[in-house]
């Protein structure tokens, strides 16, 4: 049997050990949370005194006037302003107020910002800034199913059925399809063929400032989408400024934003000209605004040569949108 003493020596050498250990443990492995002291985080310089930090919510109304202490806070008003983190700010940051194509998701408290999505059957792409929210992919193409439907950061996925589908339910929609090719091809052949033949295209604004009836001094390959679209008469020339204006508005509000610089490219618009009018412009809007106004000067704009280059670009539902919207607003009405 070992001796009291040598039992007791023995222990104190084990839970020393063990303590060390214990230390290493900690210095490998920090308690989550815990970081380094930095006084960044906590305190700022008004001139030559550091003084603490106001709260989260709050704004900084006096400074201090002793080192290392707090001045006067006052709270951010609530709905309007808010301040996210401690601040040595003297305001509060303004709330963001959502468009009128989105919804508030979570209100502005005064610790915390508004949260804006895109309303539904609309959405942003979660990789972009968001300028305006799209309108989501309604149906697929041809032997295509909805993969996943769209929400507010994604539009509708795409994708071709699984393996195992009926045959009949594939060929039947497809004899369709080849049935309706047949007749459209008939109808091409014999009538808009030839009216398009016939028929000249104005290479000039102004749908809004000619009359459906006047020739063009030059033809061109392209034509016209049929029946096109013209002015009503006997407007006044104020008039016709107001129906030009409602004319661009609607193209920026209906064109979706990733697809508008090709389509003012379409229609000659240069990447000089582009990159020039993003500069001397502030906002999404009004510099696709300018830059459809830059086209009208070049006389290389008209709502009928709008059209087609969109329905050139596979953006046939847009053209159908644009087209009501003007119709709607009762500048226009269809040629005969």
Known sequence: MAPQGAKTKSEFLAMTLALFFLLGLAHAFPIPGRTDFDPDEIYYMNGNIRCLRCSPGFYVLNHCTSPDSLGTCAPCHPGHTYSEHLTGLTYCLPCTVCRTDQREESPCTTTKNSVCQCKEGTFCPADESCEICQKCTTSCPPNEVIRAPCNSTADTECAPPEPGINLTAILVPVGIVLLLLLVGACVWFFYIRKSIENS????????????????????????????????KENITENERNEA?????????????????????????????????????????????????????????????????KLDSIKLGKVVQEITAKLMEDGWFERST
């Open 200 to 231: 000249k295209w104005i290479p000039k604004i102004l749908t809004v400032s000619l009359k459906c009836d006047e020739a063009s001094e030059e033809d061109t390959e392209t034509p016209f989408l049929s029946p096109m679209l013209c002015l």
């Open 244 to 308: 030009i204006n409602d004319v661009f508005n609607t193209f920026v509000d209906l064109v979706p934003a990733d697809k508008f610089e090709r389509f003012v490219r379409k229609l000659g618009l240069s990447n000089n000209d582009i990159e020039n009018t993003k500069q001397d412009n502030r906002g999404a809007e009004n510099q696709r605004y300018a830059m459809l106004s830059q086209l009208h000067q070049d006389k290389k704009f008209d709502v009928n040569i709008g059209l087609s």
